[in-house]
């Protein structure tokens, strides 16, 4: 690979590597906003819950006052403790007896109109009966309440008070019963989606909405907001986690212009230790597993730097295949061997040394060529000489072939390194 290649390779990566710190932000941050948001609707819904709950408990421990009191009906001490419980209760509109099946007095005072007694919606746990829609018909209460009645006795509550709870002001509540009675909303610009909530209580979002639900035995509170508070939301994380993306992306350009540097570096090692031939051979016995006999070593180079540091072939030989040097590194390794074997080769025919050859070798032949060459007048025999290929040198199909097929023929033996790392197949 030439040097603008490699630059150009490099400084890609070390965009990419800029830029995927900041998508990586992009992702994360709308994710915790989602969530944060999702969370923040569910605590609302949550919150609504227990609202309802203390405006229904409210009223409730009114009644079981009154049904306890044990004074006559509708006379002056009853009216009394009826005016001061409708006071004390918070979410208390008005309290009502009932007789007869009438309102017969109330926290106003004695009832003269014929007010029918209210046929309940829903009975809660407590046994009190829920009663939806009702009009006051006493004193100067307008709209329509919530009838909450214990025994003979009843007290009505504003359903605002059921959902008044501190919010986002983009948020819409609402609260209904288990079995999805809606007993008190907010205005909300999706009716379909609270319906369809109110029958199947869940959390979730849609294109526009975000919604969550809490529910017990006895209510059922809803909470929506629009997704355009995810923006804020978002900005809001975005904010939070830009140092953290800005050192990934200064730290990913830093290991870019390392690596390049590096990578130009060793380039330029690499070639003028070919030419000063600064490698050395390690040899790597091959014992025969019948006998335990050492038959022969494989030929291992190694690069030694002037200075005494090693280099690892795993990071000079993909060096030297991308730049064209590994021919002169092939050549340099042949000599080495041919001049550290001969005498061992002389002396005992039934060993062998293994020569690795490069990818490029292996499709031109142009080192059986040098090879071939360099035997002559050594003594040495060439089926001494092992030729060692590896998987990625036999991807040339054709040309792996012929280049192999004629050192088998020059007398050299075959062998495939590292087999089954690489493209091992049948038609390999």
């Not at 309940?120 to 006051?136: K, R, Y």
């Not at 819409?172 to 009716?191: H, N, W």
């Not at 639900?213 to 509170?221: F, T």
């Not at 390194?417 to 091992?424: E, H, L």
């Amino acid at each position: 690979m030439k040097r603008v290649s490699i630059i150009a390779a490099i400084a890609l990566a070390a965009v990419l590597g800029a830029i995927l710190p900041m998508a990586a932000l992009l992702y994360v941050s709308w994710s915790r906003a989602q969530v944060a948001e999702a969370d923040r609707l569910q605590g609302t819904a949550e919150r609504t819950l227990q609202r309802a709950h203390r405006a229904y408990e409210g009223g409730l421990l009114a009644l079981r006052k009154l049904n306890q009191s044990g004074l006559p009906p509708c006379s002056p001490e009853h009216l009394r403790l009826m005016r001061s419980l409708a006071l004390a209760t918070t979410s208390a509109e008005q309290v009502g007896y009932f007789a007869e099946g009438r309102l017969q007095c109330s926290s106003w005072g004695q009832v003269d109109a014929l007010v029918p007694e209210p046929t309940p919606d829903h009975i809660t746990a407590d046994g009190a009966a829920i009663t939806l829609g009702v009009s006051p018909g006493a004193g100067d209460l307008t709209g329509t309440l919530v009838s909450v009645q214990l025994g003979r006795h009843d007290i009505l509550i504003d359903p605002e008070r059921f959902v008044d709870v501190i919010a986002d002001p983009n948020v819409r509540l609402a609260v209904a019963t288990p079995d999805g009675r809606l007993i008190a909303q907010q205005p909300m610009p999706d009716p379909e989606l609270l319906h369809r909530l109110l029958r199947e209580p869940e959390s979730g979002h849609t294109p526009r909405t975000l919604y969550a639900a809490a529910h017990d035995q006895e209510w059922l509170a809803v909470a929506t907001a629009p997704r355009v508070g995810l923006a804020t939301a978002f900005q809001q994380q975005f904010w939070q986690l830009l140092p953290l993306g800005a050192v990934g992306a200064v730290l990913a350009i830093a290991a870019g212009i390392w690596l390049s540097r590096r990578r130009l570096s060793l380039r330029n090692e690499l070639a003028i230790a070919v030419r000063r031939r600064e490698f050395r051979m390690h040899y790597q016995p091959i014992i025969e597993l019948d006998t335990g006999i050492c038959v022969g070593a494989e030929a291992l180079v190694r690069w030694s730097r002037a200075d005494g540091t090693q280099v690892r072939p795993d990071l000079f030989i993909p060096v030297a295949e991308e730049t064209g040097l590994i021919e002169a590194l092939t050549d340099h390794v042949m000599d080495l061997v041919l001049s550290d074997m001969r005498e061992l080769l002389i002396h005992d025919r039934s060993a062998h040394i293994a020569i690795n050859l490069s990818a490029g070798d292996v499709s031109s032949g142009r080192a059986l060529k040098v090879l071939s060459g360099k035997l002559v007048g050594t003594g040495i025999h060439p089926q001494q000489i092992w030729l060692e290929a590896t998987e990625r040198g036999i991807l040339d199909i054709q040309g792996a072939r012929t280049s192999l097929a004629a050192a088998r023929r020059a007398g050299h033996c075959v062998a495939i390194d590292d087999f089954g790392v690489g493209y091992s197949s049948l038609q390999y």
